[in-house]
């Protein structure tokens, strides 16, 4: 690969020196090397990734906005780009039922987390020494790095149960540890649609051990990924959830395929959001001259913004909400039509309820247990070798692209059934492969132990 990256780079040195006709050409053949070799997501077997091929009207959008090199600061800079973005947020509050809330458009999940931190500690302009907060360790990554950045030094980790949600006993003992430690818990992420599983949190049980330890937390969902459900015919129970939270975050790059990036943080009560004690300092952006409600930027962590959200805006406008819900019914049946196939010599990390499916195939000759826990130690590290085989020939063969993850130190498989090109055709070549593989491996394992 590196020779690849290599070649393609020396492609374009010194081309300066060309004149007009030759330097076009050699773009051209840079810009064809660096596709082929870049992940190609329009391929329906590509079934890796969290994001897939965008939307083309959402490309057109992001086409245009960046050709007038579009600044959704304020009113002034961008006059209709704030206004869709300010519309494109209140359909947004209504889907999640936050009738009093606002929110602003990032680029990405990871600020958006970030962001709602900073919310959360700014509230109470808390004292950094006293406070604590509780992570699960299913979380995004991005939590965890943004509680540091904020300075909150007391990290509590709190264990995920083998169905890859968040332990509620050990929630309780570590919500008692920091009652003990006389800390105040100033932060917690309830996770809808874990990266790695595709798994919801029990939200309300977890509020409800805070209320009977009587902390009150700033509550953030973290729906990057999972945030299709607002989009799905049964919202309304997580409309109804929402009251729990005080802020949501959603990757509309990822389970709506906008192009990246495209993300928004929600906040529940639209008074924590604004933030006009720096507007003074910025007189020249936001003044008198500005219909406030319109000066975007006070509301994120950004000055200068890209018209994020007049991607959604259009897709909104030209698809119609109607279709959004279709797509995702869509990959909810590609993910059943998966699990009805993909059967055999497997073992589902947690039970696939989501976009994802995670799997141990175990090898031929061993039994398939109820679960992981029934194998002896020798077993599970022959099955995490079995999976790591598998992984490596698949990457070699390049028939198709997944993900090699692990759970208790044990690799497994994961898929992402989240791509508008799947049709039952290709899922059931696609798992024909997936078992020639485990044939083969099983095969080769069954050699090495003769030998
Ligand atoms: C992907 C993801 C993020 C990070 O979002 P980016 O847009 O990649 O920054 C955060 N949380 C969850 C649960 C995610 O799946």
Redesign the pocket.
Known sequence: MKEHIDKCLNMIDGICHLNEKKKLKEIGAFINTAFSITPNIYSPANLKY?FTYPDPIGIVADFLSNYINSNVLTEECSPVFTHCEAEIIKTLLSLVGYPEGDGVFYP????S?LASVVLAVRKENIDLGKSAVIIPEH??Y?IEKSVKICGIRNILKVKTTAKGVVNLDHLKKMTQKVKDDNLNLVYYCC?L???NFGTFDPVEDIIEIFKKFYVTPWVHF?A???GSVYFSHDRSFYQKISCFSDSI?L?F??FLSAPL?C?ALLVKNKSFLWEKEWSDQASYLYNSYQDEKYSLSLKSLQCSREAYAFKLWLMFKYHGFDYFQGLIQKYHHNRKAFKKQLNKNILYVVEPQYFNLCMWFIPKEMEVKESIKAYTREQLEKINRFNIAMYERIVEDGFMKITCSSFNNVAFIRIIVHHANLTENIISEIVAYLYKVHESISAKIDDQHLN
């Open positions: 969290l990405g999940g990871s600020l987390n979380a995004h991005s996770v649609g874990t990266t973290d990057a990924w999972g975050t990757d790059h990822k990036l993300s």
